[in-house]
C-alpha cells in the first residue's frame, strides 16, 4: 500500500474510533444513568479494573464515584451499588425492580437459563416454590434434617480420626461431609467418601469456582461472545461441566425406571411426579432440562459454599489459636464432651454463635454478589437505571461496611457480641443476599455450619504445621468467588 493510502486508511480507522466513542458517550449522558469511569469501545473499562482482584477494583472505582455508579465490563454496562444503604434499597426496598438474575458467563454457557438458580420471572418463581415446599418436606427446617447433618457427622469425625493427627488437606473431607446433606435430599442417599464418581463431581466443582474466580475466568464474563469461540482455559470447565450434567441424568433416568409417584423418595421423584401431574399444560415449567439444572442448582448452592466456609473457618482458627481456645471453653460449658450437639444449643453460645458469624463476615464467599438485572426501567437514588441493565450488589461491601462493622477488615468474634458477651446482631450481615432472589437454603446453611462446625471442635483441636504468623488468610483468588489459600492443618483428638 502506498504511503497516502496508508494515511487514508489510518484517518479513516481514527475517525471512526472517535465517532464510536463520541456516541458511546451521547448514550451514556442522555440516558441519566449514574456516573462512571468513561469506557473505549468494546473493550469498555478494562484498563482501569484489575482481573485477578476485581473486588477490590471495583471499590477503588467506587472512591471516585460514590456508592452508585456505572462501568463497562468490556461491552457489558454494569451498574455497581457499594454498602449497606445501597443494596438494602435495591434488594430490599425495589426488590421487584432488581428481582431478575443477570449475566454469569461460564454458569450461563452451561445452564442456559433453566433451572431454578439462573431462570427468570415465571420460571424462576415456579421452580423456587417448588424447591422450598420440597426441601421442607424433606426436612429442612425442621427437626429431621438435623438428624440428617448429624448422621454425616459420625462419618466426617471418623475420617478425621483416620488422620491419626497427621496434617491433612481439609477440603475434600469437609466437602464430602456437606455435600452428602444435599445428596441424601436429592438423590435419597448418601455417597461414600471413596467413591470415585462422588469426588469427581466434588473436584468439578473446585475447579469451576475457581476458573470463574481466576482472572481468566474474568474475562470470559466480560468477552464471552468471543472467547466461548477460542482455545482456553474455558474449554477444560465446560467438558468437565457436561460430564457433571451426565451424572445427574443418569441419575434421573435411574429414578424413572423405579419412580412409585405414591412414595417419592427424593427431590428427583417429587420433580417427576409434579412432570407427570402437568404434562397437558402447555406452558409447564416442570419438564426434563429444568429437572437436571434444578437438580444441579441445588446441588452446587447445598456444597460448595458451606464447605468453603468451613474451610475458610478452620484457617482462621489456625491464625488466631486464642479464638479456637475459647470456642473449646463454651462447647465444654454448655454441650460437654459426652452428648452431641443440637440447634437448642445455639442460644446457649453466644461466643461460637459470633464466631461463625464473623467467619461468614470475613471469608465474604461471593464478594459481587450473583449478578441481577432489572426488570424495568427503574428510577434509583435520582438516576434512571434502563431495563434490562446489569446490577453488581457487592455483598462484599455490606459485609464491610464500617458504617456496620467497627474493624471491617480484621477477623474479630467482637462484631457480633455486645458489652456483656451476648450475641448482638447485625443488620449489615448479608452473606445469604437479600429480597426475592435471597438463597432460600440459608435455614440449611445455617444449620449445617453450626452443627458441623461445634461437632468438629467437641472431638479435636486444630495445629498448624506452620507457625500462626506465615498463615496467609487472605483469598488466594478473588472474582465471583472468594477462594482460600489451600492448607494443611492437624486435627488432634481431644
Given at each position: 500500500?502506498?504511503p ?9 480507522i ?18 441519566q ?6 469506557p473505549?469501545?468494546f473493550?469498555?473499562n ?6 485477578s482482584?476485581?473486588y477490590?477494583?471495583l471499590?477503588?472505582?467506587r472512591e471516585?464515584?460514590?456508592?452508585v455508579?456505572?462501568i463497562h465490563?468490556g ?14 434499597e435495591?434488594?430490599v426496598?425495589?426488590?421487584?425492580d432488581?428481582s ?13 437459563g433453566?433451572?431454578?438458580g439462573?431462570?427468570n ?13 420440597t426441601?421442607?418436606?424433606f426436612?429442612m427446617g ?8 448429624l448422621?454425616?457427622?459420625h ?17 475434600y ?5 456437606v455435600?452428602?446433606v ?9 455417597f461414600?467418601?471413596k ?12 475447579e469451576t469456582?475457581?476458573?470463574v474466580s481466576s482472572s481468566?475466568?474474568?474475562l470470559?464474563?466480560?468477552f ?14 465446560f ?7 451426565e451424572?445427574f441424568?443418569?441419575?434421573i ?13 427424593d ?5 417427576l ?8 399444560n402447555?406452558?409447564?415449567e ?19 459454599t ?12 489456625l ?6 481456645e475459647k ?6 460449658w454448655?454441650i460437654g464432651?459426652n452428648?452431641?450437639?443440637?440447634m ?10 459470633a464466631?461463625i458469624?464473623e ?5 465474604d464467599?461471593?464478594?459481587t454478589g450473583?449478578?441481577r438485572r432489572?426488570t424495568?426501567d427503574t ?10 441493565t446489569?446490577v453488581?450488589?457487592m455483598l ?21 457480641l455486645?458489652e456483656?458477651?451476648?450475641?448482638k446482631?447485625n443488620?449489615?450481615?448479608m452473606?445469604?443476599?437479600?429480597g ?8 440449611l446453611?445455617?444449620?449445617?455450619l ?10 479435636f ?5 506452620i ?6 488468610i ?18 488432634i483428638?481431644?
Amino acid at each position: 500500500m502506498d504511503p497516502l493510502g496508508a494515511a487514508t486508511l489510518f484517518l479513516v480507522i481514527c475517525l471512526s474510533c472517535l465517532m464510536v466513542l463520541s456516541t458511546w458517550r451521547q448514550m451514556h449522558r442522555k440516558s441519566q444513568m449514574p456516573p462512571g469511569p468513561t469506557p473505549l469501545p468494546f473493550i469498555g473499562n478494562l484498563f482501569q479494573v484489575n482481573t485477578s482482584d476485581m473486588y477490590r477494583s471495583l471499590m477503588k472505582i467506587r472512591e471516585k464515584y460514590g456508592p452508585v455508579y456505572t462501568i463497562h465490563l468490556g461491552p457489558r454496562r454494569v451498574v455497581v451499588l457499594c454498602g449497606y444503604d445501597a443494596v438494602k434499597e435495591a434488594l430490599v426496598d425495589q426488590d421487584e425492580d432488581f428481582s431478575d438474575r443477570g449475566e454469569q458467563a461460564t454458569l450461563d454457557w452451561f445452564f442456559q437459563g433453566y433451572g431454578v438458580g439462573f431462570s427468570n420471572r415465571e420460571r424462576e418463581k415456579q421452580l423456587q416454590r417448588f424447591s422450598i415446599t420440597t426441601l421442607r418436606n424433606f426436612g429442612m427446617g425442621k427437626r429431621s434434617v438435623e438428624e440428617r447433618i448429624l448422621e454425616e457427622t459420625h462419618f466426617l469425625l471418623e475420617s478425621l480420626r483416620e488422620t491419626k493427627s497427621a496434617p491433612f488437606d481439609p477440603t475434600y473431607i469437609l466437602s464430602r461431609s456437606v455435600s452428602n446433606v444435599i445428596s441424601s435430599i436429592i438423590f435419597g442417599n448418601r455417597f461414600e467418601y471413596k467413591d470415585e464418581e462422588f469426588l469427581s463431581l466434588l473436584t468439578t466443582m473446585q475447579e469451576t469456582y475457581q476458573f470463574v474466580s481466576s482472572s481468566w475466568g474474568q474475562l470470559y464474563e466480560m468477552f464471552s461472545g468471543i472467547m466461548q469461540h477460542l482455545p482456553g482455559p474455558q474449554e477444560k470447565a465446560f467438558k468437565k461441566l457436561l460430564l457433571m450434567k451426565e451424572f445427574f441424568v443418569r441419575k434421573i433416568k435411574a429414578n424413572k425406571e423405579t419412580l412409585d409417584p405414591n412414595n417419592p423418595r427424593d427431590f428427583i421423584d417429587c420433580f417427576l411426579v409434579k412432570m407427570q401431574q402437568e404434562k397437558e399444560n402447555p406452558n409447564t415449567e416442570f419438564f426434563q432440562e429444568n429437572l437436571v439444572m434444578t437438580a444441579l442448582n441445588v446441588f452446587f448452592a447445598g456444597t460448595e459454599t458451606v464447605s468453603t466456609t468451613l474451610r475458610y473457618g478452620f484457617l482462621l482458627l489456625l491464625k488466631y489459636p486464642e479464638i479456637e481456645e475459647k470456642v473449646h471453653k463454651e462447647i465444654e460449658w454448655v454441650i460437654g464432651l459426652n452428648r452431641i450437639p443440637n440447634m437448642d444449643d445455639r442460644p446457649l453460645m453466644p461466643y461460637t454463635d459470633a464466631v461463625i458469624h464473623e467467619i461468614q463476615r470475613f471469608s465474604d464467599l461471593v464478594p459481587t454478589g450473583v449478578v441481577r438485572r432489572v426488570t424495568r426501567d427503574t428510577q434509583f437514588r435520582g438516576y434512571t437505571i434502563p431495563k434490562g441493565t446489569e446490577v453488581f450488589p457487592m455483598l462484599g461491601s455490606v459485609l464491610k461496611d464500617p458504617k456496620h462493622f467497627a474493624r471491617p477488615d480484621v477477623f474479630d468474634p467482637q462484631h457480633f457480641l455486645d458489652e456483656n458477651g451476648q450475641f448482638k446482631r447485625n443488620k449489615a450481615f448479608m452473606p445469604f443476599s437479600a429480597g426475592k432472589r435471597y438463597c432460600f437454603g440459608e435455614h440449611l446453611a445455617r444449620t449445617e455450619l453450626f452443627l458441623f462446625f461445634t461437632s468438629i471442635l467437641q472431638n479435636f483441636r486444630f495445629k498448624s504445621p506452620i507457625p500462626p504468623e506465615k498463615i496467609d488468610i487472605s483469598p488466594m483468588l478473588v472474582g465471583f468467588f472468594n477462594v482460600p489459600h489451600f492448607y494443611e492443618m492437624c486435627a488432634i483428638p481431644l
